[in-house]
Each structure stands twice: as C-alpha cells, then as structure tokens.
C-alpha cells in the first residue's frame, strides 16, 4: 500500500489509474496500481476528494492492480467517469466479508449475477476459469436488461468456453441471437439430483436478488447453499457510520457477501 | 477504595475553580430566551466557568454526546494528493458533570466507536480519552423520564459523585486523579450516591427472542407515517444516537484544496438510506420509526447484551409532533404479546 496509510481507517490512499475502459454507455472499468490482499466479494470506499466518497465492489484483481466497474449515476461516480488514465483515485480498503471461496473447492458452483451485479462475481469466475480455484462444474447465468447494458463481453467470451454460461437480456431484441427473459426463468431450467456439493451465488439488484433466491429455494436448494452479497449505502465501511445497518447486522463488516440461512431474515 | 467528603458551598467553590485551572468543565448551563418556545431558556452543555452557573432543575434539551462526537467534525484536510488528519482544535482535559443515564449513554457510543466490528474509531478516542466524568446525583425523575426501565439509572463510571445540596456538596470520590483537592477542602464524610428508583413513565419491553416477522409490517407503524414528519430531532436529541455521514467541502476558488468532515445523520431523515441508481429501503415514515425502535431495544442488545435506549426521554421533549418514544414501546410490547396469544 502506498505510503499515505496510516493508522486512522478513514484515511484514503492514492492510487494511480492505469487503464480506463468503457463497458456500456454508463458504465467504465478502471485499474488502479495498488497492492492490496483482497478476497473476492470485497469493496472500497472510493473517493475524489471535494466530491464524496462510495463503496465500490472490486470488479477483478491482480498482484499490484484493482479494478472497479462502476456505473455513472451520482455526482461522485460521473465525476469519476471523466478521469483519464494516470490520474489519482483516492481509496481506503478493503472491506466487508468476501465470497467463503475455500467452501466453493470442488463444489458444483452456480452463480447468477445481475447487471452491475455481475462485477464482484467477477473475480470469483476468473479464478474458476483460470484453474485457481477448482470446481466440479460452473453454471453461470448473467442476465442484462438489453443488449446495450452488457459488461464485461471479452470476458463473458472467456467464460463461455469454461463454463455453462447463459447470457440472458431481458427482452427480445433485433439481432440477438443468446438467450432471453429474466434470469429466475434460466435458474427454473437447472437441474438438481442432489445439493451435497451445490453452492449457489445470487447477486444483483434487490428485486432480482429476492426473485431470484425464492426460485432457488422452490428447487428445494437448501439455504445454507445459496450466498448473496447486498448492497447499501455506506459511509466508513467500518461498522460506525449507521447506514448500512439490517437488524443487528451491519453489511459493511458482517457483509456484504452472506449467507442466505442469515441474509433471508433481514428485513431493513 | 473510594473516599467521600462533606464541602460547604465556598468549599466546593474553591475545588471547582482548582479544578478550572487544569480541566474544562463542562455541565449543564441554562441560556436565558434561547429555548424553542418564546420567553423558554434552552438548557444545554456548555464550559463552566462557575459551579453557579450549573443547572441542576431542569433536563438539558441536548446530550453532553457532542464533547465525543460533535454534530460536524473535520475528518482530515486535502491538498490534492495528501491527506492530514485534522488535529483536535485543543488539548483540553474536560470534567463533565452528566447524571447516571448520560454516563450510561455515553457508554453505548463507546461500544459503537470503540468496540463495534473491532475498529476503534480515532476521532472518537481521542474525545473520549480526555473526559472524566463528575456524576451529578439523580435521585428524582424530570418529565418524561424512564431510565428505571431501561436499566440505565444507575452507574459506578465516574472519577467523581457529586450531591448537590443547600449549604453545600457531598462527594465520592473514585478516581486518585481528583483526590487531593476535595482532601484537602473537605472533611472526610459518608457518603455513596443515591439514584432514582421509580419514574412516572414505565415501559415494559419486548420479551421475544426473536422479532416476528410480521411485527415489522404490523398496523401499529402506521400512525407514525402520518405523524412523524422526519425532522430528526428525536436522532439529534438521542445521547446515544452515533450515526453520521461524510461531506466533502473545498475551499473558495481552489481546485485541490478542502476537507473531508463527518456530520450527524439520523435514520428518520430522508435520503438515510439512498443509494446511487434510485435505491432506497424505508421510505415510509412508520418504517423509519419502527428501524429506530428496534434498533434502540432489540437490535443493539443482540449485538452487544445492553439496550441501546438509556430512558432520558429528551426524544418525547423535542418531538414537535408530540411523539412518545415510551408509548411507543409500550404499544409493541402489548402488539407482540397479543400476538403471542
């Protein structure tokens, strides 16, 4: 970490970017230089000083860079999306509980991600993809409200030759050939004989996020099976600030990945 | 081993203005025409500089919370790449002269700040770490009051215990710190504090394990969708209220330069829990109340084994929707043992 990191939690680092890259309209991937020990499922609280500060997921890592995907639609994450590579994005992290990779090894692993939804998982399907992390099967189901909304497509290339990937839009659309309709109806077509080594991820906006588990449990997939990450709004990603609270529960440190057994009896 | 003392007025007079040339002392002060209402005093903590100025009839309208955790606090200074902590704006020690549901309040910050998700809060610990706390006996309940239920009348946290009397001021005294000087002025004396065993308001808590889930939906909230007005006053008043925000401001003309501050936020405001993109949870003012509620006597207990609601009952002094935290919980207490039945 850079030499700015001190002892006071609240105080961001710099990091440079090194990559900015468009995923939709609204949407950018930026890889910033920092070194950081990072769990899948993991965020920052990222910020532009005289702007504000947000949680942001990491969208994918390496030794000595982060990614973030973030979609432009606040003061702060439009003022981020004019940033050009070389200059400084401020962070602090990481934080919150990741993805219990080690409970996914060997596992027969399905993972259903919505939207922006699809960038914590990210990391998690990478390992998988690139033998890091070894599974039994991988079944994938990304689902996008229309074709313009899809990120990450050199990878979901990728991860279609390793995985039993169903990229999902909501709707028909001129020139589509992939497949159609919410990602609950693909979640209805897989296909159980017995959840010993099942574990089920289901990230994504809330209305999804609570289809989507509901479909899982009508399957009869146990709930200690299926893990979702939630998001809230936050502002010290430490337990303190109060926003992020669900019962006695706060997502930034008991969070934001947990298990569903825990998750389904949360009520904000 | 605790010692107690017996001082006349002028005695204790000369303790408080020994004590002055080392600490603030900070109390209770009375502000003539300030209150709410025309021709009201607002009572608030504010520095001392005479035990006179100590108010000791009426319940101050704000917590002494702010000596910890102030409404709007600097967080660091930017210059475009570095950042600087903010230094506290002095190196004052304080006494705080508080009742036993203060201490108490300030003791649920601290598990907060202090304690929660194992991070210790910096901005908060160096607050904390220069208070002492000089208990101002309370054996009578102020309107509005229910501390006796909350458990949160009494308490031993205190380098000090003071009885506030007519000719004079009887002390305990617990910390070595402060020994000397009430020694040196008083005369040896017995006495231990005495706290208020009963309040006019009683309110019985929830006996569940675990909240059902349809109480979170229940009829009882909605009285307040109309009702509450989300001024944030009951979160404002709260000694044990700790939630906040950041905002980031800049200076004038530059581009690089300003500070990160964090400021007091409240759970019945709007805009509590937005999320970039449109997302919000609570929309509803019943929600909001009954996040509170919850929070207060259920949700912080099964986090850290103590209610977080200390009974001060400022929440029902300042509502100006007339709002009764107390009723409040009563109403619950009875809506989940009809359920039960």
């Given at each position: ?35 950081c020990s990072i769990t899948p499922g993991q965020f ?13 997921s990491v969208s994918n890592y390496g030794?000595?860079?982060?990614q ?26 990481p934080y919150g509980t990741g993805f219990p990779v080690d409970r996914f090894k060997n596992s027969r692993l399905v993972i259903v991600a919505g939207?922006?939804g699809v960038a914590p998982v990210r990391p998690l399907v990478d390992q998988v993809v690139n033998g890091q992390l070894p599974v039994k099967s991988l079944d994938l189901i990304a689902g ?8 990450f497509?050199?990878d979901l290339?990728q991860w279609q030759q390793k995985s039993n990937l169903t ?16 990602v609950?109806?693909h979640i209805?077509?897989l296909r159980f004989d017995t959840f010993d080594d099942l574990q089920v991820i289901v990230v994504g906006?809330?209305?999804m996020m609570?289809?989507a588990t509901?479909e899982f449990r009508?399957l009869q997939v146990p709930a200690e099976r299926i893990w979702v990450s939630f998001e ?19 997502v930034?440190?008991d969070g934001p990945v947990l298990n569903y057994s825990y998750a389904a009896?949360?009520?904000? | ?341």
């Amino acid at each position: 970490m850079s030499a700015q990191t001190t002892a006071n939690p609240y105080l961001p680092f710099v990091t440079k970017i090194i990559a900015v890259k468009a995923e939709t309209e609204s949407e950018f991937t930026l890889t910033v230089q920092a070194v950081c020990s990072i769990t899948p499922g993991q965020f920052f609280q990222v910020s532009l000083p005289r702007i504000g500060e947000a949680p942001i997921s990491v969208s994918n890592y390496g030794s000595d860079w982060i990614q973030f995907t973030i979609r432009a639609v606040g003061k702060l994450t439009g003022a981020i999306q004019n940033l050009k590579t070389g200059e400084n994005l401020f962070i602090r992290g990481p934080y919150g509980t990741g993805f219990p990779v080690d409970r996914f090894k060997n596992s027969r692993l399905v993972i259903v991600a919505g939207g922006s939804g699809v960038a914590p998982v990210r990391p998690l399907v990478d390992q998988v993809v690139n033998g890091q992390l070894p599974v039994k099967s991988l079944d994938l189901i990304a689902g996008f409200k229309n074709r313009a909304s899809i990120i990450f497509t050199d990878d979901l290339v990728q991860w279609q030759q390793k995985s039993n990937l169903t990229l999902t839009i909501d709707k028909q659309e001129e020139g589509w050939d992939g497949a159609t309709g919410l990602v609950t109806e693909h979640i209805r077509k897989l296909r159980f004989d017995t959840f010993d080594d099942l574990q089920v991820i289901v990230v994504g906006p809330p209305v999804m996020m609570k289809f989507a588990t509901a479909e899982f449990r009508m399957l009869q997939v146990p709930a200690e099976r299926i893990w979702v990450s939630f998001e809230r709004l936050m502002s010290c990603g430490l337990g303190k600030c109060g926003h992020c609270k669900i019962d006695y529960t706060y997502v930034c440190v008991d969070g934001p990945v947990l298990n569903y057994s825990y998750a389904a009896n949360l009520i904000d | 081993m605790n010692k107690s003392f017996k001082l006349s007025s002028e005695q204790f007079k000369t303790v408080f203005a020994g004590l002055s040339e080392h600490y603030c002392i900070v109390g209770p002060k009375r502000f003539a025409g300030l209150g709410r209402f025309s021709d009201t005093d607002l009572i608030r903590y504010a520095p001392l500089t005479s035990i006179d100025e100590l108010e000791l009839a009426e319940k101050s309208c704000f917590s002494p919370k702010d000596l910890v955790f102030p409404p709007d606090e600097t967080l660091f200074y930017f210059n475009g790449q570095q950042f600087s902590e903010a230094a506290l704006p002095d190196n004052l020690e304080i006494i705080v002269l508080l009742r036993p549901c203060d201490i108490n309040g300030i003791d649920r910050l601290d598990r907060m700040f202090m304690k929660n998700a194992d991070v210790i809060d910096p901005y908060y610990q160096r607050r904390r770490s220069r208070l002492h706390f000089f208990m101002i006996e309370c054996r009578e309940s102020f309107e509005n009051c229910f501390c006796v239920s909350m458990n949160a009348n009494r308490s031993d946290n205190y380098a000090a215990a003071l009885r506030f009397g007519k000719d004079g001021v009887e002390a305990e005294v617990a910390s070595d710190k402060f020994l000397e000087t009430f020694a040196v002025n008083g005369s040896v004396f017995e006495f231990k504090p005495e706290f208020v065993s009963e309040n006019q308001i009683k309110v019985e808590l929830p006996k569940v394990e675990t909240m059902p889930p349809e109480i979170f939906t229940d009829k009882l909230w909605e009285e307040y969708d109309s009702r509450c007005i989300s001024c944030g006053r009951c979160n404002t008043s709260c000694v044990t209220c700790s939630c906040f925000t950041t905002r980031d401001l800049f200076y004038g003309d530059s581009r690089t330069c300003g500070e990160r501050r964090r400021v007091w936020d409240g759970c019945h405001l709007d805009g509590f829990c937005d999320m970039a993109g449109g997302h919000t949870f609570r929309k509803n003012k019943g929600e909001r109340m009954r996040f509170k509620t919850f929070h207060k006597i259920y949700d912080y207990r099964k986090r850290f084994g103590v209610d977080m609601c200390v009974g001060c009952g400022r929440c029902d002094d300042v509502c100006p929707e007339y709002i009764s935290f107390s009723n409040c919980i009563n109403k619950l207490s009875a809506r989940l043992k009809e359920g039960a039945e």
